[in-house]
């Protein structure tokens, strides 16, 4: 597999040369499954539920009992917040926040990886720089880069080191 490795130096795009791209990562077999299971990962990774529901002892009221225990011909009751009376309590609701964190297995997280890479070079949708040298530290720049080339709304910037720079950050 081959790329064309393009500048950032400048708005317009220039094709710099070709790169040779691993096969084991760039050539893998499209596993939409597992891209999916990646991507609900992800979505789930950070997510925490705040419902929550009020028990019968949270209700408000009912404190009394509500008609006597016997000699009314209706069945017995201590409390109007029952979850059986409406306005009342709620048995088995959410209670308190819950988290939806799971760990997919690592070699799931990169068989996804690898298959999305894979998809995005086929799709023409993955550009390699040669570097992230920008001219002048105006975020502007970077958006105009992104607009000209027709990068797409999402753009994931990766150094060398993994870290961004000082005139990339918007």
């Given at each position: 597999?081959?790329?064309?490795?393009?500048?950032?130096?400048?708005?317009?795009?220039?094709?710099l040369g070709l790169i040779e791209l691993h096969p084991e990562i760039f050539a893998?077999?499209?596993?939409?499954?597992?891209?999916?299971?990646?991507?609900?990962?992800?979505?789930?990774?950070?997510?925490?539920?705040?419902?929550?529901?009020?028990?019968?002892?949270?209700?408000?009221?009912?404190?009394?009992?509500?008609?006597?225990?016997?000699?009314?011909?209706?069945?017995?009751?201590?409390?109007?917040?029952?979850?059986?009376?409406?306005?009342?309590?709620?048995?088995?609701?959410?209670?308190?926040?819950?988290?939806?964190?799971?760990?997919?297995?690592?070699?799931?997280?990169?068989l996804g990886l690898t298959s999305t890479?894979?998809?995005?070079?086929?799709?023409?949708?993955?550009?390699?720089?040669?570097?992230?040298?920008?001219?002048?530290?105006?975020?502007?720049?970077?958006?105009?880069?992104?607009?000209?080339?027709?990068?797409?709304?999402?753009?994931?910037?990766?150094?060398?080191?993994?870290?961004?720079?000082?005139?990339?950050?918007?």
């Amino acid at each position: 597999r081959q790329a064309w490795i393009e500048n950032t130096d400048s708005v317009e795009e220039k094709k710099l040369g070709l790169i040779e791209l691993h096969p084991e990562i760039f050539a893998a077999q499209p596993r939409v499954d597992i891209i999916q299971e990646n991507i609900e990962w992800q979505r789930k990774y950070r997510y925490v539920s705040f419902a929550t529901t009020k028990s019968r002892a949270e209700v408000r009221g009912g404190g009394r009992k509500p008609w006597p225990q016997k000699g009314g011909g209706r069945a017995r009751h201590g409390s109007i917040r029952s979850p059986i009376f409406v306005g009342g309590g709620v048995a088995h609701g959410p209670r308190n926040p819950k988290t939806h964190f799971y760990m997919l297995p690592f070699y799931k997280r990169v068989l996804g990886l690898t298959s999305t890479l894979s998809v995005k070079l086929a799709q023409d949708d993955l550009h390699i720089v040669s570097n992230l040298d920008i001219p002048n530290r105006e975020p502007e720049f970077i958006r105009e880069l992104i607009k000209e080339r027709n990068w797409g709304p999402s753009v994931l910037i990766i150094d060398e080191v993994f870290f961004f720079k000082e005139n990339i950050q918007s």
